[in-house]
């Protein structure tokens, strides 16, 4: 059974820092890609970042470009996501998800929350 955990959020001041980890089981981690999702307060759901493999490329929403990294540890099952510089607007539930042969799965969330 796929379970994914993350952990990680709070409450940041805006310019600040949070490091989200996301641990993963059930499945062959190293062989699938992972991605990190949001949704704010009354909007829809969107994709944040994409780390592929095996070859580790990857990919990120516009609003969030050279400020979040995505990286994967294969050995531990684990995917994180470094966040910095954070704005008001990056305030959401954070999601780890994974495509499985029966459809994507999803984490229980974890809140990061942007505020002076």
């Known amino acids: 059974q796929v379970q994914l955990v993350e952990s990680g959020g709070g409450l940041v001041q805006p310019g600040g820092s949070l490091r989200l980890s996301c641990a993963a089981s059930?499945?062959?981690?190293?062989?699938?890609?992972m991605s990190w999702y949001r949704q704010a307060p009354g909007k829809e759901r969107e994709l944040v970042a994409r780390?592929?493999?095996?070859?580790?490329?990857?990919n990120y929403a516009d609003s969030v470009k050279g400020r979040f990294t995505i990286s994967r540890d294969n050995a531990k099952n684990t995917v994180n996501l470094e966040m910095n510089n954070l704005q008001p607007e990056d305030t959401a539930i954070y999601y780890c998800?994974?495509?499985?042969?029966?459809?994507?799965?999803w984490g229980q969330g974890t809140q990061g929350t942007v505020s002076s």
């Open positions: 998800s994974v495509l499985i042969v029966t459809g994507p799965s």
């Open positions: 059930g499945f062959t981690f190293s062989s699938k890609t």
């Open positions: 780390i592929f493999s095996p070859d580790r490329s990857t």
